[in-house]
C-alpha cells in the first residue's frame, strides 16, 4: 500500500508527475496564476523555456510532442493567456500530437462572476480537444496528470487542457504518485491481416499511402524493409515524407499542396488503396476528391489508432484498428509473394518523383527559392531539422528538400503559419548538437518573430531563413484567381529582417542573389548565433513553375 505524502503542495505534486513521467522541457509564459507551479519547477530537473507569446509556448510544446510521441508540456496564465494559445492547441488537434496545456484559473470562491480574466475552459476548448478538465481537489493532482497522460498519447493523439485555480495549487495533497504513463498500443488481428494479404495478393496496382502519427524508427525502417522485398509503392501524405526514404527505390512522393500530377494520376488508376496511420483528410485528398465519399469507388484499406476515425469520411473495405507501429509490425510478418508487376509500378512511380524534384524551376527574380532548397538538400547535414509554418514558400520545401532521416520535418498539416520560429526552438532545445533550420515567409515569420529573442536568450544557434515577397502570398494567389487584379489586405511592409536579428543580439545577412546565399549560410553557421537570413524575392514567383502574373492573366482571359 502507498504511503500518503503528506509534506507537498499540490503545485510541487503535479510537478512531481511530470518529472514521474520522463517530461524533460516545459515551455510557458510565465502568469501569477500559477506561481507554485513555476516555483516547484525550479527545484526539478526539467528544463523550463520562458517565451515571449503564449501560442508560441504551446507551439514549441506541440513540435515536442510531434518529435518525440510523448505529450509536449506548456503552462500559459489565465484569460488572455490560454486563448492566445489557442493557436498551438489547434495544431495539436489537427496534427494529432500528444499535448497537454495547464493554463492558471481564478480562485474558486469567485468563479462563475467573470472574476479577473476568468473562462469556461471547458466550452472555450472542448471542441479542440481531447479532454478538457479543471483540477478542483488537490488530492486528485496525480490522478488527473496521469489521465492526462494517457488520454494525450493513446488513440489518436492529441491536446488536454487543464485549468488550475489558483488557491488549489498552494494546498497541501496527501496524494500518492502516480506511475508512469505507458503507450497503449492496439494491434491488428489475425483475420484482418489474413484479409489483407488476400487484398493484397489479388491487387495490380496497389498504393500505400503513410500518415498520422504514432510512428518511431523502427516502424519505418520495417516498412522499407516490406517494400524493398515485394515491391509495393509507397506514397506519404501531406507533411509526413519523414516516415519513409525519399530515395528508397519503391518511393513514389507525397501527397500534399501541390503534388506531383503523375502520382496523383497513380493514386486515381490504383485498385488498392492502404492508407497507414493518416486520415487521409482534405489535403492529402486533394479537397476530397482523390475518394469518393462515403464509398470509395476502389478497394480501400483503412488503418488508424483511434477507432472512431474508421468509416468517419470513407468506408473502408477492409477497417484494422491499430497503432502504426503495432501494424508495420505484424505486415512486416506477412507472407508476401514479391511482384515484378509492383516493383516496375514503384520504379516508375520513384523515377517520376525524382525527376519531379531533383531540378529547381526557373522563376522571376534573382534569388530561386528552388536552388535554395536544392543547395540545402545537397549540403546540409542528413540529420538537420527543418521547421516550417504555412505559405506558398512551403511549396518549395516539399518538393526539392528531401528529408532523410525520421522526423526531421517538424511542421503543422493544419497549415497554421508561425509555427516555424516555435518549432525550431523547441528542436534546438531537444537536440542542442544538431543543425535546426527554421525556413519563414515573410507573413509567417512576423507572426511568432519575437520568440527570436528567446533563442538569443537561450543562445540556441538556429538558422532561420524568411522568404521576403512583400505579401500575404498564398491569399493574393487566391485572389488573383477569384478577383484578379483587385488587390486587397494582401501587401505588407517588411523591416530589415537582418537588421532585426542584430537588433535582438543574432546574427543577420541579406541575399539578394541566389549565388550569395551558400556564403550567407556559411557565415550565419559561423556566427554560432541564431541567425536571421533575409531572402529577397520576387512577388511574381508565387508557386513552383507558376507566376503570380500568369495565374492574374489566366483568370483576366477567363472572366
Not at 157 to 171: F, M, R, Y
Not at 209 to 221: I, K, T
Not at 353 to 366: C, I, N, S, V
Not at 546 to 551: E, F, P, Q, V
Request: proline residues 7%; contains cysteine; hydrophobic residues 45%.
Amino acid at each position: 500500500m502507498h504511503k500518503p505524502l503528506t509534506s507537498r503542495t499540490a503545485a510541487q505534486a503535479l510537478v512531481d508527475q511530470l518529472v514521474i513521467n520522463g517530461v524533460e522541457h516545459v515551455f510557458c509564459v510565465p502568469g501569477e496564476s500559477f506561481l507554485p507551479v513555476l516555483d516547484a519547477l525550479k527545484a526539478s530537473p526539467i528544463t523550463v523555456t520562458v517565451c515571449r507569446h503564449e501560442g508560441g509556448a504551446a507551439m514549441m510544446a506541440e513540435a515536442i510532442g510531434k518529435a518525440t510521441g510523448k505529450p509536449g508540456i506548456c503552462f500559459v496564465t489565465r484569460g488572455p493567456g490560454a486563448t492566445n494559445a489557442s493557436a498551438g492547441i489547434h495544431v495539436a488537434r489537427q496534427d494529432s500530437t500528444p499535448l497537454i496545456m495547464f493554463v492558471g484559473q481564478v480562485e474558486r470562491s469567485v468563479r462563475e462572476r467573470e472574476a479577473f480574466q476568468e473562462l469556461d475552459y471547458r466550452a472555450v476548448f472542448g471542441s479542440m480537444t481531447k479532454w478538457t478538465t479543471e483540477l478542483d481537489d488537490a488530492d486528485r493532482v496525480t490522478e488527473m496528470v496521469s489521465r492526462a497522460f494517457f488520454t494525450a498519447t493513446s488513440g489518436r493523439p492529441g491536446p488536454v487542457v487543464i485549468a488550475l485555480p489558483k488557491d488549489v495549487l498552494s494546498e497541501r495533497s496527501s496524494a500518492v504518485n502516480a506511475p508512469a504513463f505507458t503507450q497503449v498500443e492496439t494491434s491488428p488481428g489475425a483475420e484482418e491481416m489474413t484479409e489483407l494479404a488476400a487484398l493484397l495478393a489479388a491487387a495490380e496496382r496497389p498504393l500505400l499511402v503513410l500518415g498520422g502519427s504514432r510512428w518511431n524508427p523502427a516502424a519505418r525502417e520495417q516498412i522499407e524493409e516490406f517494400a524493398t522485398r515485394t515491391g509495393l509503392p509507397i506514397a506519404t501524405s501531406y507533411r509526413r515524407g519523414t516516415m519513409f526514404d525519399p530515395l528508397h527505390p519503391c518511393y513514389a512522393g507525397d501527397l500534399g499542396l501541390g503534388p506531383n500530377p503523375k502520382l496523383v494520376a497513380r493514386f486515381k488508376s490504383a485498385d488498392l488503396i492502404v492508407m497507414i496511420g493518416g486520415r487521409l483528410g482534405e489535403i492529402p485528398s486533394q479537397g476530397y476528391k482523390l475518394l469518393d465519399s462515403p464509398a470509395p469507388q476502389v478497394k480501400f484499406v483503412h488503418v488508424h489508432p483511434g477507432a472512431e476515425e474508421l468509416g468517419r469520411v470513407y468506408r473502408p473495405e477492409l477497417a484494422i484498428h491499430a497503432s502504426p507501429i503495432r501494424f508495420i509490425a505484424a505486415l512486416s510478418k506477412l507472407d508476401i509473394a514479391p511482384s515484378a508487376e509492383w516493383r516496375a509500378a514503384a520504379e516508375a512511380a520513384h523515377a517520376e518523383y525524382l525527376a519531379w524534384t531533383e531540378t529547381a524551376t526557373p522563376q522571376p527574380g534573382d534569388v530561386n527559392l528552388g536552388e535554395v532548397m536544392t543547395w540545402l538538400r545537397d549540403n546540409a547535414p542528413a540529420d538537420t531539422i527543418l521547421c516550417n509554418g504555412a505559405g506558398n514558400y512551403a511549396s518549395w520545401i516539399h518538393r526539392f528538400y528531401r528529408f532523410r532521416n525520421y522526423m526531421t520535418h517538424i511542421a503543422p498539416t493544419s497549415a497554421s503559419m508561425g509555427y516555424g520560429m516555435p518549432a525550431a526552438i523547441a528542436m534546438q532545445r531537444l537536440h542542442p548538437e544538431r543543425l535546426v533550420l527554421s525556413v519563414n515567409g515573410d507573413g509567417d515569420f512576423l507572426m511568432s518573430g519575437q520568440e527570436f529573442a528567446i533563442a538569443v536568450q537561450y543562445k540556441l544557434p538556429i538558422v532561420v531563413a524568411i522568404a521576403d515577397n512583400g505579401m500575404y502570398g498564398t491569399i493574393r494567389m487566391h485572389q488573383e484567381r477569384e478577383f484578379p487584379g483587385r488587390v486587397s489586405a494582401t501587401e505588407l511592409h517588411n523591416p530589415d529582417f537582418a537588421a532585426y536579428a542584430r537588433a535582438f543580439g543574432g546574427f543577420g545577412a541579406t541575399v539578394e542573389k541566389t549565388a550569395d546565399f551558400a556564403e550567407a549560410f556559411a557565415a550565419a553557421r559561423a556566427s554560432g548565433m541564431p541567425s536571421i537570413i533575409h531572402l529577397k524575392i520576387d512577388p511574381d514567383a508565387i508557386l513552383p513553375g507558376a507566376t503570380l502574373s500568369g495565374i492574374k492573366k489566366a483568370a483576366l482571359e477567363k472572366a
